[in-house]
């Protein structure tokens, strides 16, 4: 699983996911409180097994879930704009949980929105 994020969008979180040849685009309007709410996810997976967030938009939402088994993490990601049309599946891949970690955190530091918390 490959996990990018766009630096260019000072505005916005643009994340890119690929699994094979499956390739996403996600993306927050709110970049600190989305990639917080991400590694806070992720820390809760390692801890408890699950973990999850939600990256809004103005038109919708991106809810994150994050499933872990041993050493593995499942990621699956749906999209939302509203009640009426419910949730729509996006992406679903797994890898290794420290790998996914440290590729968040490193893409996040390179885009300037890592969260304080997840710094040290």
Known sequence: MQFLVDPSDTSRLVAHLQEGATEVVV???HP???AGGLTTAIDAAR???YGECFWHEQT???WWMLQRDA???EVVVLWSSGTVTGWQHVFRAADGLDWFAG???D???RAG???ESAAS
Do not use: C, I
């Open 60 to 62: 919708g939402q991106y």
């Open 113 to 115: 929105v890592l969260p």
């Open 27 to 29: 993306t927050a309007s």
């Open 103 to 105: 590729r968040v955190r």
């Open 107 to 109: 893409e996040f530091a």
């Open 47 to 49: 801890d408890s097994g």
């Open 71 to 73: 050493e593995r993490l």
């Open 32 to 34: 600190v409180a989305a």
